[in-house]
C-alpha cells in the first residue's frame, strides 16, 4: 500500500478522533526491508522511520542520513545494555526501556553525552511470559526508578498479544500514561493503528502496510 494511502488513513483516524495530524508520529517500519523500498519511502517523503536492531540500522542509515535530510530514527526492538551507546548515537528514540540495568546503562551514557533520545517504557501488557516489557503491576515504580535515575520518559509502549481485542490493551496503556503524567503512547501497528489513534496513540508503528510482507534480509 502506497505511503499516502497509509497517511490519508492517519488523517482520517485523527479527525474522526477529534485529534490534529500533528498530534501522531507515522514511524514507517523498515526492519528487514531491501534498501531500495526504504528508499523508494524516503523518495515519497517520509522521515521518521523504526528499526528493530542496532547492527542492522547501523548498516543502513548512516548512508540513507547523508542523503536525505531531517531524518529521524525510533528504536522499536529489544536493546542489549552493550549496545547502549552505538543505540544512543544512532537512534533519536527508543521505546523498548524495560528493566532498571538498562536504564542504569542509558543514565550512564545520557550523563556523558549531556543528552539522551526521547525515552518509552515498553509495557507487557499481556503479561504474556515470551515477550519483554515491564508488567502493569510493576509499571508506576519502573517509571519512579528511571526518573531516580534523572531519565525523562516520554511516554509508554506496548505490542498486544495476538489473537486478543487491541483497543483493549491501548486503553489501558493509555490509563497508566495518564496516571504517571506521561504524554506519548507508542502503540497501533499496521492492522490496528486506526484503533490505536482512537484512544489516544501520539506513535503508530507501521510497517508491512506501507513497504509490504518483511523479506529476511536486507537488500
Given at each position: 500500500?502506497?505511503?499516502?494511502?497509509?497517511?490519508?488513513?492517519?488523517k482520517?483516524?485523527?479527525?474522526?478522533?477529534?485529534?490534529?495530524?500533528?498530534?501522531?508520529?507515522?514511524?514507517?517500519?523498515?526492519?528487514?526491508?531491501?534498501?531500495a523500498?526504504?528508499?523508494?519511502?524516503?523518495?515519497?517523503?517520509?522521515?521518521?522511520?523504526?528499526?528493530?536492531?542496532?547492527?542492522?540500522?547501523?548498516?543502513?542509515?548512516?548512508?540513507?542520513?547523508?542523503?536525505?535530510?531531517?531524518?529521524?530514527?525510533?528504536?522499536?526492538?529489544?536493546?542489549?545494555?552493550?549496545?547502549?551507546?552505538?543505540?544512543?548515537?544512532?537512534?533519536?528514540?527508543?521505546?523498548?526501556?524495560?528493566?532498571?540495568?538498562?536504564?542504569?546503562?542509558?543514565?550512564?551514557?545520557?550523563?556523558?553525552?549531556?543528552?539522551?533520545?526521547?525515552?518509552?517504557?515498553?509495557?507487557?501488557?499481556?503479561?504474556?511470559?515470551?515477550?519483554?516489557?515491564?508488567?502493569?503491576?510493576?509499571?508506576?515504580?519502573?517509571?519512579?526508578?528511571?526518573?531516580?535515575?534523572?531519565?525523562?520518559?516520554?511516554?509508554?509502549?506496548?505490542?498486544?498479544?495476538?489473537?486478543?481485542?487491541?483497543?483493549?490493551?491501548?486503553?489501558?496503556?493509555?490509563?497508566?500514561?495518564?496516571?504517571?503524567?506521561?504524554?506519548?503512547?507508542?502503540?497501533?501497528?499496521?492492522?490496528?493503528?486506526?484503533?490505536?489513534?482512537?484512544?489516544?496513540?501520539?506513535?503508530?508503528?507501521?510497517?508491512?502496510?506501507?513497504?509490504?510482507?518483511?523479506?529476511?534480509a536486507?537488500?
Open positions: 500500500m502506497p505511503l499516502a494511502d497509509i497517511q490519508n488513513r492517519v482520517a483516524a485523527c479527525q474522526k478522533a477529534g485529534r490534529g495530524l500533528q498530534d501522531v508520529e507515522l514511524i514507517a517500519v523498515s526492519k528487514v526491508q531491501p534498501n523500498r526504504v528508499e523508494a519511502v524516503l523518495d515519497a517523503g517520509q522521515r521518521v522511520f523504526g528499526e528493530n536492531r542496532v547492527q542492522e540500522a547501523q548498516g543502513k542509515w548512516p548512508e540513507f542520513k547523508a542523503r536525505f535530510a531531517g531524518v529521524t530514527l525510533h528504536l522499536i526492538g529489544p536493546l542489549q545494555s552493550n549496545k547502549v551507546k552505538p543505540a544512543m548515537s544512532l537512534f533519536d528514540a527508543i521505546h523498548t526501556l524495560d528493566r532498571e540495568k538498562l536504564a542504569r546503562r542509558i543514565a550512564a551514557e545520557a550523563q556523558a553525552r549531556g543528552a539522551c533520545p526521547e525515552l518509552f517504557v515498553q509495557v507487557n501488557t499481556g503479561e504474556e511470559p515470551q515477550k519483554a516489557g515491564v508488567l502493569p503491576a510493576e509499571v508506576d515504580d519502573f517509571i519512579k526508578t528511571c526518573q531516580g535515575f534523572d531519565l525523562k520518559i516520554k511516554g509508554l509502549m506496548c505490542i498486544p498479544p495476538v489473537g486478543e481485542e487491541p483497543s483493549l490493551h491501548f486503553a489501558l496503556l493509555a490509563k497508566m500514561a495518564k496516571r504517571n503524567g506521561l504524554s506519548g503512547l507508542s502503540m497501533g501497528m499496521s492492522r490496528d493503528f486506526e484503533s490505536a489513534i482512537a484512544l489516544g496513540a501520539t506513535h503508530v508503528r507501521v510497517g508491512s502496510a506501507i513497504f509490504g510482507e518483511r523479506v529476511m536486507a537488500g
